[in-house]
Nanobody, 123 residues
Framework: QVQLVESGGGLVQAGGSLRLSCAAS????????MGWFRQAPGKERDFVAG???????SYRDSVQGRFTISRDNVKNTVYLQMNSLKHEDTAIYYC?????????????????WGQGTQVTVSS
C-alpha cells in the first residue's frame, strides 16, 4: 500500500515557476514507477511526466524542455519542477505510483494516486 500527498501548487503568472512535491508513505518506494498527470475542467486526465525506478524520465511533448521530474528515494519523494509556465498548464496535478517500474503514460496502469494540487497560471 502506498499513500501519496502532493504539495506546491498555487497561482502564478505566465512565465513563472512552481515546484510540486509528492511525498510517499509505504514500503519499497524505489521500486515504483512514478508519474505526474494533470486534469483541466471538462478534460481527461493527461500524462505530464514519468520517472522509472532507474530514474529514466519521459514527458509529454508540450512540457518537454520546461518541466523536469526527479525523485529522491531516501526522502520517498518525487518532484516536478515547472518553468516557463503557460496559461494552458492550468489544471489539477496528480502524483501516481505504478508497480510497472517504467512509469507508463497510461493512467489506468497506476495503482495509487494522490488527492491532487491545483496549479493556476494567469495570462
Amino acid at each position: 500500500q502506498v499513500q501519496l500527498v502532493e504539495s506546491g501548487g498555487g497561482l502564478v503568472q505566465a512565465g513563472g515557476s512552481l515546484r510540486l512535491s509528492c511525498a510517499a508513505s509505504g514500503r519499497s518506494f524505489g521500486n515504483y514507477g512514478m508519474g505526474w498527470f494533470r486534469q483541466a475542467p471538462g478534460k481527461e486526465r493527461d500524462f505530464v511526466a514519468g520517472i522509472s525506478w532507474t530514474s529514466t524520465t519521459s514527458y509529454r511533448d508540450s512540457v518537454q524542455g520546461r518541466f523536469t521530474i526527479s525523485r529522491d528515494n531516501v526522502k520517498n519523494t518525487v518532484y516536478l519542477q515547472m518553468n516557463s509556465l503557460k496559461h494552458e498548464d492550468t489544471a489539477i496535478y496528480y502524483c501516481a505510483a505504478s508497480r510497472d517500474r517504467v512509469a507508463p503514460a497510461i493512467p489506468s496502469l497506476y495503482e495509487y494516486w494522490g488527492q491532487g494540487t491545483q496549479v493556476t497560471v494567469s495570462s
